[in-house]
């Protein structure tokens, strides 16, 4: 039995150590575990609020481009009420180009009847 004790003392002195080693070890591992958990935490509620945040900005810009959407439908509406009108106020420097011409050829056409009344 001595032989038995003496082997179990042996075993003890050389595995005791190595396993109270392998006991701190594993107490720290689970410290920094613990630590890397929480940053893990503290990263995934960061990224929640920034998706939070992106999607507020998202929807921010879609009013923005509605909003543009109607200003630019407006601006067409405004072109083509604004060319319909340089068409008619065309159509009326036409017409009055036609009438001051006449009237001109009509001056002249007077002043040669003077004219030939007076020969």
């Given at each position: 039995?001595e032989?038995v004790?003496?082997?179990?003392?042996?075993?003890?002195?050389?595995?005791?150590?190595?396993?109270?080693?392998?006991?701190?070890?594993?107490?720290?591992?689970?410290?920094?575990?613990?630590?890397?958990?929480?940053?893990?935490?503290?990263?995934?509620?960061?990224l929640?609020?920034?998706?939070?945040?992106?999607?507020?900005?998202?929807?921010?810009?879609?009013?923005?481009?509605?909003?543009?959407?109607?200003?630019?439908?407006?601006i067409?509406?405004?072109?083509?009420?604004?060319?319909?009108?340089?068409?008619?106020?065309?159509?009326?420097?036409?017409r009055?180009?036609?009438?001051?011409?006449?009237?001109?050829?009509?001056?002249?056409?007077?002043?040669?009847?003077?004219?030939?009344?007076?020969?």
């Amino acid at each position: 039995m001595e032989i038995v004790e003496k082997i179990k003392k042996i075993i003890q002195e050389l595995i005791l150590p190595e396993l109270e080693i392998i006991k701190g070890e594993n107490a720290e591992i689970k410290t920094i575990l613990q630590f890397t958990n929480k940053r893990i935490d503290d990263i995934n509620t960061h990224l929640i609020d920034q998706s939070r945040r992106i999607d507020e900005t998202n929807k921010r810009i879609d009013e923005t481009n509605k909003r543009i959407d109607e200003t630019n439908k407006r601006i067409d509406d405004l072109r083509v009420e604004l060319r319909d009108e340089i068409a008619k106020n065309n159509m009326r420097i036409d017409r009055l180009y036609e009438v001051i011409v006449r009237r001109d050829e009509h001056e002249k056409l007077e002043m040669r009847v003077i004219t030939l009344e007076h020969a």
